[in-house]
T-cell receptor, first 114, second 113 residues
Framework: AQKVTQTQTSISVVEKTTVTMDCVYE???????LFWYKQTASGEIVFLIR??????ENATVGHYSLNFQKPKSSIGLIITATQIEDSAVYFC???????????FGLGTRVSVFP | GGIITQTPKFLIGQEGQKLTLKCQQN?????MYWYRQDSGKGLRLIYY???????QKGDLSEGYDASREKKSSFSLTVTSAQKNEMAVFLC????????????FGHGTKLSVL
């Protein structure tokens, strides 16, 4: 069975700084896919970024980047130059080659202050 | 672009009642999902469907039925609402079952009296 753990329940940062969120996962499969999603205050959930397990390079999209440490089963999300609108709950998720649907972590609430 | 529409936005039911939630997508996506979100418990997969008339159980399928009669729609039925139950049900779709970039609806908030 897969498991995704986000230990940080909430993080507060000052605008324009960098925030890092942790996520560790458990799987027996050698091939799997990792994702980060953002849920805004309105409840809207949007896809942010993805890392495939076979890729060594960390994925980067805009001001989102990943810190993929495969030996540690870790996939951290880094947001640089944070903005007020980055305030949201961030979910880490994974899927292996055989399962359908995603397994989500409990989420980390990020609050960005001026 | 496209949109996922969930109806109703709010649903209040009575204990033991059968309740149906509906979801429509115009992305022309093959795969659709129903997730449940409880406060502090993240998202958990109830049912998914990889194509019209297909149904697959997720980890949380007990107590629910689903129906995918058309490619564009996916409905979820709570077979017997539990007293004081409160959760948000989220519908999502993806291009196919291997493309896990999910697009989510805004959710149906369920309260059971």
């Amino acid at each position: 069975a897969q498991k995704v753990t986000q230990t940080q329940t909430s993080i507060s940062v000052v605008e324009k700084t960098t925030v890092t969120m942790d996520c560790v996962y458990e799987t027996r499969d050698s091939s799997y896919f990792l994702f980060w999603y953002k849920q805004t205050a309105s409840g809207e959930i949007v896809f942010l970024i993805r890392q495939d397990s076979y890729k060594k390079e960390n994925a980067t999209v805009g001001h989102y980047s990943l810190n993929f440490q495969k030996p540690k089963s870790s996939i951290g999300l880094i947001i640089t130059a944070t903005q007020i609108e980055d305030s949201a709950v961030y979910f880490c998720a994974m899927r292996n080659n055989y399962a359908q649907g995603l397994t989500f972590g409990l989420g980390t609430r990020v609050s960005v202050f001026p | 672009g496209g949109i996922i529409t969930q109806t109703p936005k709010f649903l209040i039911g009575q204990e033991g009642q059968k309740l149906t939630l509906k979801c429509q997508q115009n992305f022309n996506h093959d795969t659709m999902y129903w997730y449940r979100q409880d406060s502090g418990k993240g998202l958990r997969l109830i049912y998914y469907s990889i194509t019209e008339n297909d149904l697959q159980k997720g980890d949380l399928s007990e107590g629910y039925d689903a129906s995918r009669e058309k490619k564009s729609s996916f409905s979820l039925t709570v077979t017997s609402a539990q007293k004081n139950e409160m959760a948000v049900f989220l519908c999502a779709s993806s291009m196919d079952s291997t493309n896990e970039r999910l697009f989510f609806g805004h959710g149906t908030k369920l309260s059971v009296l």
